[in-house]
């Protein structure tokens, strides 16, 4: 499968603990995107790199999140001192780095739970 | 900014019937795109349309096609034919084109829909 792949899918873990999730994009994509979704919601923008570069990170982006893509391969969102209100579906897609066409490749999404 | 509002959090329909589902979007912004991605259960978001603001055109895709109203802002998804996989929930999204927008998808609450046998 050469799609985006997520992990782990699920977490549960237990409030104040720090959790990281890791995303694997399609290999020829530079574009890569974190959203988050929660249940009931549309997903809601986090953050977008584009190779190693993190170009644009969302208000919702609170000090407590990292993202990194060291290589620009590769990426990670930490979540640290986890609160219940993180408990969400944590999606990424990537996308080809040719045109603004807005069609993203989303990964099955890591679902975290904080307990 | 841009919102997107999706007034259906479910519909249903029967297989082989036809099923449209609404969207308004409010913007500022005089060139975007709009589209549908679907999301199975338990699987990933797909692109199902898309449709380029300044085409008059509406998109279709074999059983998909959208009614876009620019002046109203709206934008509906009629599914045709319905298939028991086309079973997912559905979000309308916007995205305004030119700058630093890539991919910042702003999408509606979404709309459960069910295909019945």
């Known amino acids: 499968d050469t799609g985006v792949s997520q992990d782990p899918r ?3 873990t237990k409030r104040g603990q720090n959790v990281t999730f890791r995303c694997d994009p399609i290999s020829e994509h530079n574009r890569l995107y974190w959203y988050r979704q929660t249940l009931g919601q549309g997903p809601e923008f986090l953050t977008y790199f584009q190779n190693e570069a993190q170009l644009e990170k969302s208000r919702l982006l609170s000090d407590r999140f990292s ?3 060291p290589k620009g391969s590769f990426s990670t969102l930490e ?3 986890t609160e219940q209100g993180d408990s969400a579906m944590y999606l990424c897609a990537s996308s080809p780095p040719t045109g603004n066409t ?3 490749f989303f990964g099955e999404g890591s679902r975290l739970t904080v307990l | 900014a841009q919102t997107v509002t999706q007034s259906q959090p479910e519909m249903s329909v029967q297989e082989a019937e036809t099923v449209t589902l ?3 979007y409010d913007t500022s912004e005089s060139n975007y795109y709009l589209f549908w991605y679907k999301q199975p259960p338990s699987r990933q978001m797909i692109l199902v349309i ?3 603001a300044y085409k008059q055109q509406n998109a279709t895709e074999n059983r998909f096609s959208v009614n876009f109203q620019k002046a109203a802002k709206s934008f509906s998804l009629k599914i045709s034919d319905s298939q028991l996989g086309d079973t997912a929930m559905y979000f309308c999204a916007f995205i305004r084109t030119g700058g630093t927008s890539y991919g910042k998808l ?5 709309t459960i829909l069910t295909v019945h046998p």
Request: charged share 30%; with cysteine.
């Open chain 1, 10 to 12: 699920h977490k549960i």
């Open chain 1, 67 to 69: 993202a990194e893509r």
């Open chain 1, 79 to 81: 979540i640290q001192r």
């Open chain 1, 102 to 104: 807005g069609e993203l």
């Open chain 2, 22 to 24: 609404s969207c308004t």
């Open chain 2, 50 to 52: 898309r449709q380029e």
């Open chain 2, 106 to 110: 702003t999408f509606g609450q979404g």
